[in-house]
């Protein structure tokens, strides 16, 4: 807990892609109360998320997550001290429902506004869980549209040291379990059977490996992939399961390997590492051993905080509303906005 925050109850708002997300930290550092409304059902005959059906939904259902959210943590609207919303990146229509509801709110009840960076969300979430996680650090995102690694510093917005030059690895994810006839969201339904199959049935490439640098590539991995897949026709149990496991591997590889060189080449201690494919069990568990062997301090939130949450966007708000930024009226959102750009830098408070 930082001493600038304390006594502040800031209300979180998150609606970025397809989850709509309300939650209410307590002096910057204690969820009180955390609703994620999914939409996986609306999405699921599509396959992926359909831009125009995700806003729809958020508009049917911000206040009710909001409320549910105030009552989970026994609060009445009068006791928050701050909003704290997600202006981008991301689909510009669901942004703009979570937005407008936040601004209207802000306006209603005359509390103070700030628009949070998606991804200084997620990383937020790493510092709210872990105390020891102090920068400077490496931040690894990786989520369904990033893939990327962040030098973060305690006075600057972070740098970004690499990323992903076509697919992002939750996008990978997605891909290939919809290539093995798995069900929408493809990612977790991927990483459940991939433990039930073999990780050295198929070696696939780790794309960029033997190459310098700290970019990463997985749209060759996706096809090493489909190909594997068409000449396996039909597929059975069994190759499913084993395709599945032998992606993953290959996919959580390059994650550890690209981290451990960037740590290095960084002189970093600390790792956090966050997003949706954060909640990969095999990746976890790579991370972990890694830590070990090699001896770096490694931050992974809980599944429920790496996956997309308004805990971590009321946390990088708390930072961002301690140190007196306001936003106005004219806030709006952005699909594209890097992190290392000012509009919503919102940096560690240590
Ligand atoms: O951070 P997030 O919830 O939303 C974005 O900001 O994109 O990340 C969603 C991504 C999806 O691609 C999803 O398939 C992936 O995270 N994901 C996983 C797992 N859980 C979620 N990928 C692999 N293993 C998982 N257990
Ligand atoms: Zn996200």
Not at 35 to 43: I, K, L, P, R
Not at 81 to 89: E, L, N, S
Not at 154 to 162: E, F, T, V, Y
């Given at each position: 807990m930082s001493a600038p925050s304390a006594g502040s109850v800031v209300l979180g708002i998150e609606s970025s892609c397809d989850e709509l997300a309300a939650a209410i930290v307590r002096d910057g550092g204690t969820v009180v109360g955390s609703?994620?409304?999914?939409?996986?059902?609306?999405?699921r005959p599509y396959g992926g998320v359909v831009p125009e059906l995700a806003s729809r939904d958020h508009v049917a259902a911000v206040s009710q997550v909001v409320a549910a959210?105030?009552?989970?943590?026994?609060?009445?609207?009068?006791?928050?001290?701050?909003?704290?919303?997600?202006?981008?990146?991301?689909?510009?229509?669901?942004?703009?429902?979570?937005?407008?509801?936040a601004k209207a709110l802000a306006f209603q009840r005359d509390l103070?506004?700030?628009?949070?960076?998606?991804?200084?969300?997620?990383?937020?979430?790493a510092e709210l869980v872990d105390e020891a996680l102090r920068p400077p650090y490496l931040g690894l995102?990786?989520?369904?549209?990033?893939?990327?690694?962040?030098?973060?510093?305690?006075?600057?917005?972070?740098?970004?040291?690499?990323?992903?030059r076509d697919d992002a690895v939750g996008e990978a994810f997605d891909k290939v379990a919809k290539l093995l006839g798995l069900p929408y969201p493809g990612g977790p339904a991927l990483s459940r059977i991939a433990e039930k199959g073999d990780a050295t049935a198929v070696d696939f490439p780790r794309p960029l490996a033997e190459?310098?640098?700290?970019?990463?590539?997985?749209?060759?991995?996706?096809?090493?992939?489909?190909?594997?897949?068409?000449r396996r026709q039909p597929l059975?149990?069994?190759?499913?399961?084993?395709?599945?496991?032998?992606?993953?591997?290959?996919?959580?590889?390059?994650?550890?390997?690209?981290?451990?060189?960037?740590?290095?080449?960084?002189?970093?201690?600390?790792l956090a590492v966050v997003g949706g494919v954060a909640a990969n069990r095999r990746l976890r568990a790579e991370l972990a051993a890694a830590a070990a062997r090699q001896g770096f301090h490694l931050a992974v939130p809980p599944p429920a905080l790496c996956t997309d949450n308004a805990a971590m966007i009321a946390a990088a708000g708390t930072r961002l509303l301690a140190r007196g930024e306001r936003h106005g009226w004219e806030l709006t959102a952005a699909s594209?906005?890097?992190?290392?750009?000012?509009?919503f830098y919102s940096g560690p408070a240590r």
């Open positions: 609703v994620v409304h999914g939409q996986d059902a609306v999405h959210a105030l009552d989970e943590a026994r609060l009445e609207l009068d006791a928050i001290t701050g909003i704290a919303v997600t202006a981008g990146p991301g689909l510009l229509g669901s942004l703009l429902v979570g937005l407008s509801f103070p506004l700030v628009g949070v960076h998606h991804l200084a969300g997620h990383l937020a979430a995102v990786v989520s369904g549209g990033h893939t990327a690694l962040y030098r973060v510093e305690a006075d600057r917005a972070p740098a970004l040291l690499g990323e992903t190459q310098a640098g700290l970019d990463f590539s997985y749209s060759g991995l996706k096809t090493a992939v489909a190909h594997e897949v068409a059975d149990g069994r190759d499913v399961a084993d395709l599945a496991a032998s992606f993953e591997a290959a996919a959580t590889d390059v994650l550890v390997a690209r981290s451990r060189r960037a740590l290095e080449q960084e002189g970093l201690g600390r594209r906005v890097a992190l290392d750009a000012e509009a």
